[in-house]
């Protein structure tokens, strides 16, 4: 439903002129039939063409330039690039966080839920040597993080993490 009507006919607009000259903003609504004849759609299209145009293109080089960097980057102690790492989930080696910085850290957030820390199941040898009070004190902080973000699923899985460390 169109709510805006042909400032000469009244028929449904569908060209819709902004002007702004010397800070005075004017709005014309056309038809399509009126703004063919006055000319208007004229002079604008080909204008939004090349504007598009440039647009695609710069948005399209972008996209090159992000590939070659993201493969040109490799590890320098096992050589494995960020697609690697990501494809299998683990870092090949201890300088693999490192050489991947930003995309690393984010790796790591998405795994672990959005904590920076390891808040997965902790293995029964290390039971007693790791501070559960800290990861319990961590996970209460994400799980308010998720519901003001309204990230409910994810505060449903971190909920059920703290009921089973603080029953463990």
Same mark, same amino acid.
């Not at 839920?113 to 997965?120: D, E, K, L, N, P």
């Given at each position: 439903?169109?709510?805006?009507?042909?400032?000469?006919?009244?028929?449904?607009?569908?060209?819709?002129?902004?002007?702004?000259?010397?800070?005075?903003?004017?709005?014309?609504?056309?038809?399509?039939?009126?703004?063919?004849?006055? *000319? =208007?759609?004229?002079?604008?299209?080909?204008?939004?063409?090349?504007? $598009?145009?440039?647009?695609?293109?710069? +948005? %399209?080089?972008e996209a090159?330039?992000?590939?070659?960097?993201?493969?040109?980057?490799?590890?320098?102690?096992?050589?494995?690039s960020f697609?690697?790492?990501?494809?299998?989930?683990?870092?090949?080696?201890?300088?693999?966080?490192?050489?991947?910085?930003?995309?690393?850290?984010?790796?790591?957030?998405?795994?672990?839920? *959005? =904590?920076?820390?390891?808040?997965?199941?902790?293995?029964?040898?290390? $039971?007693?040597?790791?501070?559960?009070? +800290? %990861?319990?004190?961590?996970?209460?902080?994400?799980?308010?993080?998720?519901?003001?973000?309204?990230?409910?699923?994810?505060?449903?899985?971190?909920?059920?993490?703290?009921?089973?460390?603080?029953?463990?």
């Amino acid at each position: 439903m169109n709510k805006y009507k042909c400032d000469i006919c009244g028929k449904p607009a569908t060209v819709h002129i902004t002007k702004i000259v010397n800070g005075q903003k004017s709005v014309v609504h056309l038809c399509q039939d009126c703004a063919a004849s006055s *000319g =208007a759609a004229g002079e604008l299209v080909p204008q939004i063409q090349e504007m $598009e145009k440039a647009f695609l293109e710069n +948005a %399209v080089s972008e996209a090159r330039k992000e590939v070659s960097e993201e493969t040109a980057q490799t590890c320098p102690g096992c050589g494995s690039s960020f697609e690697e790492i990501e494809k299998s989930g683990r870092f090949h080696c201890p300088k693999c966080a490192e050489a991947f910085g930003d995309k690393a850290l984010t790796m790591i957030r998405q795994m672990q839920g *959005g =904590a920076m820390r390891h808040i997965g199941k902790i293995p029964k040898k290390f $039971e007693g040597k790791i501070d559960k009070g +800290a %990861v319990i004190a961590e996970l209460k902080i994400e799980l308010e993080r998720a519901i003001k973000q309204e990230r409910y699923e994810e505060a449903a899985q971190i909920r059920d993490k703290l009921k089973s460390l603080q029953k463990a």
